[in-house]
């Protein structure tokens, strides 16, 4: 099992480009989650979707957007980049009953830069 | 308005020693409490957890204490080895159908040999 998986890797964009990250996950998992890490901000929530074809917006949604289209995919999409969405991006998976403790699965990350 | 604070941004310890991680909350709603670990160029990986209702809860060599009155967790590691030196970042979650954590900034360890 690959686990999560983000691609790209890397990308540098120019101010006003558009991009696409995906994130996939091979673990049958309905939850999925996109968080930002900035220096000494911690993670913080982006979106994120209880289920295939669901989504919902996170602590700090503006300037993103995100489809879940199949189960296993989900994608997280700028349309305008600024440069204040320089950011490492983390995806994240999870089964979550809803009765414990949700432990989510994360990807290795995402390290845009926006010029 | 940070729900979720670690106010130590670094800490060093000696080897074998132990180490003490520290956070921080504001909302007395949460339920669990959880602890991350990230390496560099790596995504976070879960390391322990603490239901709200419990006051310890121990995995080999890492425990967590949850003090409710004061709002307050803390992550020992016993003893520390070099291996450990990450980013630990603790987590709060309330149980409801979202399964969403918030996060705190994080504290980087330093195990020196």
């Known amino acids: 099992n690959a686990g999560v998986t983000q691609t790209p890797k890397f990308r540098v964009l120019k101010t006003g480009q558009s991009m696409t990250l995906l994130c996939a996950q091979d673990?049958?998992?309905?939850?999925m989650y996109w968080y930002r890490q900035d220096p000494g901000m911690g993670l913080r929530l982006i979106h994120y979707s209880v289920g295939e074809g669901t989504t919902a917006k996170g602590e700090v949604p503006d300037g993103y957007n995100v489809s879940r289209l199949k189960k296993q995919n989900f994608l997280l999409g700028l349309e305008s980049a600024a440069p204040s969405q320089t950011s490492v991006y983390f995806c994240?998976?999870?089964?979550?009953?809803?009765?414990?403790?949700?432990?989510?699965?994360f990807g290795p990350g995402t390290r845009l830069t926006v010029l | 308005d940070q729900q979720v604070k670690q106010n130590s941004p670094s800490l060093s310890v000696q080897e074998g020693r132990i180490s003490i991680l520290n956070c921080d909350y504001t909302?007395?709603?949460?339920?669990?409490f959880l602890w991350y670990k990230k390496y560099p160029a790596e995504g976070p990986t879960f390391l322990i957890s603490?239901?709200?209702?419990?006051d310890k809860n121990e995995d080999g060599r890492f425990t967590v204490f949850l003090n409710k009155s004061a709002k307050h967790l803390s992550l020992h590691i016993v003893p520390s080895q070099p291996g450990d030196s990450a980013v630990y970042f603790c987590?709060?979650?309330?149980?409801?159908?979202?399964?969403?954590?918030?996060f705190g900034q994080g504290t980087t360890l330093q195990v020196k040999p």
């Open positions: 987590a709060a979650q309330r149980r409801d159908n979202t399964g969403k954590l918030i």
């Open positions: 603490i239901s709200s209702i419990k």
């Open positions: 994240a998976s999870s089964l979550h009953s809803g009765k414990s403790y949700n432990e989510q699965f």
């Open positions: 673990m049958n998992h309905e939850y």
């Open positions: 909302n007395s709603m949460f339920d669990y």
